[in-house]
């Protein structure tokens, strides 16, 4: 049986400062981490973006164990969509590594809950190594997407929980991170600090990500600035990617920062908690029907 190495991508751009919460969370398990950022500082859209260089110097930091590789090139492609432009990135982002195993690929807005029991259910499933191409599958998690915060904590799509392929065994990308793999989906959360930022980062967003020409991004930015305390309870449809797809429900969670966020989401009150396990349990089911 091969053996089960977790190789981990990181892209970073205009949300590098996220870098500082995600990485430290999965990387004690990692064999090799590839940390890739554009070496102009350019979008997937094009546009160049503000980027604090000393953030470089802090990865080298933390790499106490040399496992970590900075690969800066040139990812945008003026005649691609953005969309392109990211699987792009992803795939040469993932040629990187020396030795093959599970590729992982985590954004710097994702924190994951536990990456040390999901490295455990990825040695589970190690015999998808020994010949990936006669065995391609893809491995998923769910996403617990924020959607705002104020100055009190953070609103919180409770449900749904969003299905996200983040491992294969061959990284050969189609579509993102997706490589039309049969699909293995775990329990396993991340937190996706996808809306929880300021309006200037949210525009810059809505910019510049891949999916910037699937939707109205000025009434999904409308929708978004007018969400308060006093409205949160009556909001639906937060996916602007697939609107109406995922009728859903917010809850507001009281936190600092997102440090306190995550403590309070692993130690969550009972009634979120069982709100959460109940919906992934559901899905699941209706996953492996």
Same mark, same amino acid.
């Given at each position: 049986?091969?053996?089960?190495?977790?190789? *981990?991508?990181?892209? *970073?751009? %205009?949300?590098?400062?996220?870098?500082?919460?995600?990485?430290?969370?999965?990387?004690?398990?990692?064999?090799?981490?590839?940390?890739?950022?554009?070496?102009?500082?350019?979008?997937?859209?094009?546009?160049?973006?503000?980027?604090?260089?000393?953030?470089?110097?802090?990865?080298?930091?933390?790499?106490?164990?040399?496992?970590?590789?900075? %690969?800066?090139?040139?990812?945008?492609?003026?005649?691609?969509?953005?969309?392109?432009?990211?699987?792009?990135?992803?795939?040469?982002?993932? $040629?990187?590594?020396?030795?093959?195993?599970?590729?992982?690929?985590?954004?710097?807005?994702?924190?994951?809950? $536990?990456?040390?029991?999901?490295? $455990?259910?990825?040695?589970?499933?190690?015999? %998808?190594?020994?010949?990936?191409?006669?065995?391609?599958?893809?491995?998923?998690?769910?996403?617990?997407?924020?959607?705002?915060?104020?100055?009190?904590?953070?609103?919180?799509?409770?449900?749904?929980?969003?299905?996200?392929?983040?491992?294969?065994?061959?990284?050969?990308?189609?579509?993102?991170?997706?490589? $039309?793999?049969?699909?293995?989906?775990?329990?396993?959360?991340?937190?996706?600090?996808?809306?929880?930022?300021?309006?200037?980062?949210?525009?810059?967003?809505?910019?510049?990500?891949?999916?910037?020409?699937?939707?109205?991004?000025?009434?999904?930015?409308?929708?978004?600035?007018?969400?308060?305390?006093?409205?949160?309870?009556?909001?639906?449809?937060?996916?602007?990617?697939?609107? %109406?797809?995922?009728?859903?429900?917010?809850?507001?969670?009281?936190?600092?920062?997102?440090?306190?966020?995550?403590?309070?989401?692993? *130690?969550?009150?009972?009634?979120?908690?069982?709100?959460?396990?109940?919906?992934?349990?559901?899905?699941?089911?209706?996953?492996?029907?």
């Amino acid at each position: 049986m091969s053996e089960s190495r977790i190789n *981990i991508v990181f892209l *970073i751009s %205009y949300d590098y400062a996220f870098i500082k919460t995600s990485l430290p969370l999965v990387y004690k398990w990692a064999n090799e981490i590839v940390i890739s950022i554009d070496k102009n500082r350019c979008s997937w859209a094009g546009n160049k973006y503000a980027f604090d260089e000393t953030i470089i110097a802090w990865i080298k930091e933390q790499d106490i164990d040399d496992k970590i590789i900075v %690969y800066q090139d040139d990812f945008y492609v003026p005649s691609h969509t953005a969309m392109q432009n990211e699987t792009r990135q992803r795939q040469l982002s993932a $040629n990187k590594f020396s030795k093959l195993g599970w590729v992982v690929q985590i954004d710097v807005d994702e924190y994951f809950l $536990n990456f040390g029991a999901f490295a $455990n259910q990825l040695k589970k499933y190690s015999h %998808y190594l020994d010949n990936p191409a006669k065995q391609k599958v893809d491995i998923a998690v769910h996403w617990l997407n924020l959607f705002k915060r104020n100055e009190e904590g953070y609103f919180v799509v409770a449900t749904p929980l969003q299905p996200i392929r983040i491992a294969t065994n061959y990284p050969v990308y189609h579509v993102a991170r997706a490589t $039309n793999s049969f699909t293995i989906f775990t329990p396993f959360i991340m937190v996706h600090d996808t809306w929880a930022r300021s309006e200037e980062e949210i525009m810059m967003k809505v910019k510049n990500w891949g999916h910037k020409d699937d939707f109205d991004t000025a009434s999904f930015f409308k929708k978004w600035k007018d969400l308060t305390s006093k409205n949160y309870k009556t909001y639906k449809n937060f996916n602007p990617v697939k609107p %109406y797809s995922d009728l859903g429900k917010l809850v507001f969670i009281k936190a600092s920062s997102i440090e306190e966020l995550l403590k309070n989401i692993l *130690i969550p009150k009972p009634h979120f908690f069982k709100l959460i396990i109940k919906n992934l349990k559901q899905k699941l089911s209706k996953l492996w029907a």
